[in-house]
């Protein structure tokens, strides 16, 4: 059971274009949403993250947009660079739940230069 | 500081064998974590402790046990080890409070032939 559902798999970029990664979910107790980084022989890292009582955060290149209604969040990257091929994935966390959250099945980035 | 150290790094097991994964956090966190990872599939919770003595059930803890006799320490165990489990396994720690990020070590990537 795929509470948080991410597309697409595999994603190829050229360096200085819009990278986006999109997530849906069904649980309507979830009210925090990460987005987590992985490069190649790490765990991942916290990245930006959002509430669902805001509709967009941005934070430097990176920007998450939240649809409450659609039940859907997406991340966007900016001015994409090589430095950003990684696996990036999206999860969701209900509250009071020991901060446990359902991760998405991840995204490969590649930007090419 | 350290953060999430896992040992070891590489394993190789035959089927039946045990082996356990150790998992230390040097950051005084409440809340720790057991996941795996396999391709296409995300990361998956196996099991989680809220505290020193304390643990529970995650997502997919067939095949698993582990204990958190010190605060620092969470360790994954595995009795008779099958090539399903073969995987990427991944310890994770987080602090009290709201909104707080799960800090994630480097993995252990594990073989059972």
């Known amino acids: 059971q795929q509470q948080v559902k991410q597309s697409p798999q595999s994603l190829i970029v050229q360096k200085g274009g819009i990278s986006i990664i999109n997530c849906a979910y069904e649980?309507?107790?979830?009210?925090?949403f990460p987005w987590y980084q992985q490069f190649p022989g790490k765990g991942p890292a916290l990245l930006i993250a959002?509430?669902?009582?805001?509709s967009e955060k941005k934070e430097g290149r990176f920007t998450i947009s939240f649809n409450k209604s659609a039940k859907q969040f997406s991340l966007h990257i900016m001015d994409s660079q090589p430095g950003d091929s990684a696996t990036y994935f999206c999860?969701?966390?209900?509250?009071?739940?020991?901060?446990?959250?359902?991760f998405g099945t991840g995204t490969k980035l590649q930007v090419i230069p | 500081n350290a953060g999430v150290t896992q040992t070891p790094k590489f394993r190789v097991l035959k089927t039946g064998q045990s082996m356990t994964l150790l998992c230390a956090q040097d950051?005084?966190?409440?809340?720790m974590y057991w996941y795996r990872q396999d391709p296409g599939m995300g990361l998956r919770l196996i099991h989680y402790?809220?505290?020193?003595?304390?643990?529970a059930k995650g997502e997919v803890p067939d095949g698993y046990n582990v204990s958190r006799l010190k605060k620092q320490n969470f360790l994954l165990g595995l009795e008779s080890a099958a090539p399903s489990q073969t995987s990427v396994y991944f310890c994770?720690?987080?602090?009290?409070?709201?909104?707080?990020?799960?800090?994630f070590g480097d993995g252990t990537r594990l073989s059972i032939l």
């Open positions: 994770a720690s987080s602090p009290w409070g709201e909104n707080q990020p799960q800090h």
């Open positions: 649980n309507t107790a979830f009210d925090y």
């Open positions: 959002i509430r669902p009582d805001v």
């Open positions: 999860a969701a966390r209900i509250s009071g739940g020991y901060q446990k959250v359902t």
């Open positions: 950051m005084n966190h409440e809340y």
């Open positions: 402790s809220v505290g020193e003595g304390t643990t």
